[in-house]
């Protein structure tokens, strides 16, 4: 039997699937305005290069933002629980998460067998997450993606002391102006994320090893900030993005 999960995120979309206890695959594209849409168009994509159909499909979790959205699933579950069950499908030995989104950012503890024991989240404010980092690049053009390259060559990280967003922002046009080197900036823009990230885990008391897991995880001047102040090296995942989905379809295995 082959299950899927779907991960609705306010950027991206992303959907796996599970057969015999193993990974068939996962795909990832832009979420756009439409969840509803998002999730068919991610779903229907990965079943054509898996070179499925749908009634193949024994059963379908949605999680993340727009997980009410997908109406096809046969249950939505929160992206607190999916992010566990996919690290922990992904390597047992996995006690800690911590997950940068778009929008939010997670701190998950987990125990032996996968579940959820503790979690604090960043929901309320733009800062510590994927939204955060898009205002910043773009403020110093420079594409999301090569943030991190760009922080790998600072010599002096800039010290950004403001936590909201629209604040933080200003901070750093005045540091453009200042001329203030390109990568030092964008290097204290992670260690400033990663502050407020680290507060989320030290809050819940996070174990070793611990897996990041969301888009951001790709992002290694963040990986290695966050290293930084927790004082943990990250289990390296080769899907950290595609995590939710894949816990959303081994949960989607015990329905």
Do not use: W
């Not at 499909?57 to 949605?62: F, G, L, Q």
């Amino acid at each position: 039997m082959i299950y899927a999960g779907i991960d609705i995120g306010s950027i991206t979309a992303k959907s796996a699937l599970i057969k015999d206890n193993k990974l068939l695959g996962t795909h990832v594209m832009l979420s756009g305005y439409n969840p509803l849409n998002a999730g068919i168009k991610v779903f229907e994509t990965l079943l054509k290069k898996s070179e499925l159909s749908k009634k193949d499909i024994t059963a379908i979790v949605s999680t993340g933002y727009g997980r009410a959205s997908v109406n096809f699933a046969d249950n939505a579950i929160t992206e607190i629980i999916c992010h566990g069950a996919g690290a922990h499908f992904m390597n047992p030995t996995i006690r800690g998460i911590i997950d940068v989104g778009g929008q939010d950012s997670k701190a998950i503890l987990l125990d032996t067998n996968g579940q959820v024991e503790n979690f604090a989240m960043n929901d309320k404010c733009a800062a510590g997450t994927g939204r955060f980092l898009e205002v910043m690049a773009k403020a110093l053009e420079v594409d999301l993606d090569q943030l991190g390259e760009f922080s790998l060559k600072a010599d002096s990280p800039s010290k950004i002391s403001s936590i909201c967003t629209v604040f933080a922002e200003s901070e750093v046009i005045s540091m453009i102006s200042g001329q203030q080197k390109r990568e030092n900036i964008i290097a204290g823009i992670h260690e400033s994320a990663a502050a407020r990230v680290a507060i989320l885990a030290t809050k819940i008391k996070i174990k070793d090893p611990i897996m990041m897991t969301g888009g951001v995880a790709k992002n290694k001047g963040m990986a290695n900030a966050l290293e930084g102040r927790l004082g943990f090296k990250f289990v390296k995942g080769n899907l950290p993005q595609e995590n939710g989905a894949i816990g959303a379809a081994v949960l989607a295995s015990r329905i």
